[in-house]
C-alpha cells in the first residue's frame, strides 16, 4: 500500500506556496507548482493528496466532537439527492480520499489512491491528475474560508 509515513518533507514548502496561490484565486499556478512533486512518482503524489487532505480538514477536525464522523453528501444542481458515482472520478476520488482522510482512516484513503493508480494507465494518470486538481481546489477553498473569517475577525484587515 502507497503511505507517505516519514518520506514526505522536502516537498512541505511548494506544496504551502501553491495553496497561497490557490488561496489568492491563482490556482493555474498552484496546480504547476504541484506538478513536478507529482511527477515523481507514486509516494510523491500520495503525499500531495496527504498534505492537500490535512489542509482542509484540520479545523474541522480540531472541533469534531468525539464519536462523530464525516461524510459527504451529493446532491444535484437542485438540491436533489445524487448518487457518488455520478461524479466524475476525479471528483470522486477528491471527496472519498478527503472524507477517509478526516475520518483519521489513513489506510482507507491509501487504499483509495492505490486503486486509483492500479497499473498508471494513461486514463488513471489523467484522473489522478483530476483528483490533485479537485483536492487542492478543495483545499484552497477552506483555507481561503479561514482567511476571510480571521480578517473578519481583525476588522477586515
Known amino acids: 500500500m502507497t503511505s507517505?509515513?516519514?518520506?514526505?518533507?522536502?516537498?512541505?514548502?511548494?506544496?504551502?506556496?501553491?495553496?497561497?496561490?490557490?488561496v489568492t484565486g491563482d490556482t493555474d499556478t498552484g496546480l504547476t507548482l504541484l506538478e513536478p512533486i507529482a511527477q515523481r512518482g507514486p509516494v510523491q503524489a500520495a503525499g500531495i493528496c496527504a498534505a492537500l487532505a490535512e489542509t482542509m480538514s484540520a479545523e474541522?477536525?480540531?472541533?469534531?466532537?468525539?464519536?462523530?464522523?464525516?461524510?459527504?453528501?451529493?446532491?444535484?444542481?437542485?438540491?436533489?439527492?445524487?448518487?457518488?458515482?455520478?461524479l466524475p472520478p476525479g471528483?470522486?476520488?477528491?471527496?472519498?480520499?478527503?472524507?477517509?482522510?478526516?475520518?483519521?482512516?489513513?489506510?482507507t484513503a491509501y487504499s483509495l489512491f492505490d486503486a486509483l493508480i492500479d497499473g498508471q494507465t494513461d486514463e488513471q494518470m489523467q484522473t489522478l491528475?483530476?483528483?490533485?486538481?479537485?483536492?487542492?481546489?478543495?483545499?484552497?477553498?477552506?483555507?481561503?474560508?479561514?482567511?476571510?473569517?480571521?480578517?473578519a475577525e481583525k476588522g477586515g484587515r
Open 60 to 86: 474541522a477536525r480540531a472541533k469534531q466532537t468525539p464519536g462523530h464522523f464525516f461524510g459527504f453528501l451529493v446532491a444535484t444542481t437542485d438540491g436533489q439527492p445524487a448518487d457518488a458515482n455520478d
Open 129 to 151: 491528475g483530476d483528483s490533485i486538481s479537485a483536492l487542492f481546489e478543495m483545499a484552497s477553498a477552506s483555507l481561503r474560508e479561514v482567511v476571510d473569517r480571521k480578517r
Open 91 to 107: 471528483v470522486r476520488f477528491a471527496a472519498q480520499f478527503s472524507t477517509a482522510w478526516a475520518n483519521g482512516e489513513r489506510d
Open 4 to 22: 507517505t509515513d516519514g518520506q514526505f518533507t522536502e516537498d512541505t514548502d511548494t506544496i504551502m506556496l501553491a495553496l497561497a496561490h490557490g
